[in-house]
């Protein structure tokens, strides 16, 4: 990608203002013209991963800017879970706030719970003898 545009490379090959690339492009979204009454305007970026790796450094530059995420993911998908949204990953830095009390208390434990449940499904596959606590928990979350 530096070489296309004929700067010198940074991390991974990228240019090394690829970040403020990445913001530019974001902002330039949302600005809105006062003649035209201003306001604001949501910015959807779309990112494709590599096996659901949020980790390399075009997943996690757009993620440090944008006020959050939503992961979907393709095993939930293919398990007919629509929509396939997976919980774990998925953030939103306005987060409970735009929720009401009684909401927060109850998506809270809802989302601990599913990502303990995808963490124990996961597990449960290599293991052959699981307690009682485990198959009612994965009961559960089926």
């Given at each position: 990608?530096?070489?296309l545009l004929?700067?010198?490379p940074g991390r991974v090959a990228y240019p090394?203002?690829?970040?403020?690339?990445?913001?530019?492009?974001?902002?330039?979204?949302?600005?809105?013209s006062s003649l035209l009454g201003e306001g604001s305007m949501t910015a959807l970026s779309i990112v494709k991963t590599q096996s659901g790796d949020?980790?390399?450094y075009?997943?996690?530059?757009v993620i440090s800017i944008t006020d959050g995420q939503i992961f979907l993911s393709v095993?939930?998908?293919n398990a007919r879970i629509r929509p396939a949204i997976y919980v774990g990953i998925s953030v939103s830095r306005v987060g409970s706030a735009a929720q009401i009390k009684?909401?927060?208390q109850v998506a809270g434990k809802l989302k601990l719970e599913l990502t303990q449940f995808a963490k124990l499904e996961a597990f449960a596959q290599f293991a052959s003898d699981l307690d009682k606590a485990t198959q009612n928990q994965?009961?559960?979350g089926q």
């Amino acid at each position: 990608m530096s070489l296309l545009l004929r700067r010198p490379p940074g991390r991974v090959a990228y240019p090394g203002d690829v970040f403020l690339l990445h913001s530019r492009i974001l902002e330039r979204a949302a600005k809105l013209s006062s003649l035209l009454g201003e306001g604001s305007m949501t910015a959807l970026s779309i990112v494709k991963t590599q096996s659901g790796d949020v980790s390399p450094y075009i997943p996690t530059n757009v993620i440090s800017i944008t006020d959050g995420q939503i992961f979907l993911s393709v095993d939930l998908c293919n398990a007919r879970i629509r929509p396939a949204i997976y919980v774990g990953i998925s953030v939103s830095r306005v987060g409970s706030a735009a929720q009401i009390k009684a909401m927060k208390q109850v998506a809270g434990k809802l989302k601990l719970e599913l990502t303990q449940f995808a963490k124990l499904e996961a597990f449960a596959q290599f293991a052959s003898d699981l307690d009682k606590a485990t198959q009612n928990q994965l009961a559960r979350g089926q």
